[in-house]
């Protein structure tokens, strides 16, 4: 019996590991349904953000046209597209998620359907596009 509560606490923390949504996950495109990138998700002072690790559909040397400011004709891949979300329970919120096709910002959550499966919800307002992206590691 107490072997088994030990392998169970020894255990325990690598399910829960497996059950964040921190690593590179493989986008969708919405028209195609084609793999279209890879999104790293990492965390930084508290807070989850995403960046663009490498495009499945484009040269890795292609640039943001539609993004504005600082961002403006930027190399995607290495960019932030998702910023500062903050866990609240099992999902994560309070953040944003650009969008580099068109430049714009949108609210955002995100939440694992299961340990291989993101769902990443972009919304203004009652209007909403959600996701799936699947894990590549």
Do not use: H
Request: aromatic fraction near 12%.
């Amino acid at each position: 019996m107490r072997l088994i509560l030990a392998l169970f606490i020894l255990g325990f923390p690598v399910i829960a590991l497996a059950q964040t949504p921190f690593g590179k996950w493989k986008t969708i495109d919405d028209d195609t349904g084609e793999a279209k990138s890879i999104v790293e998700i990492y965390q930084k002072d508290g807070k989850l953000y995403g960046k663009i690790a490498d495009l499945l559909q484009k040269p890795n040397d292609t640039l943001c046209d539609k993004c504005q400011g600082d961002l403006k004709d930027k190399v995607l891949v290495g960019m932030d597209i998702i910023y500062a979300m903050e866990q609240d329970g099992d999902k994560y919120s309070e953040g944003e998620i650009m969008d580099p096709e068109n430049g714009k910002y949108y609210d955002c959550k995100l939440w694992l359907d299961d340990k291989n499966t993101l769902k990443v919800r972009g919304y203004i307002g009652f209007f909403y596009r959600t996701q799936t992206w699947y894990r590549t590691e």
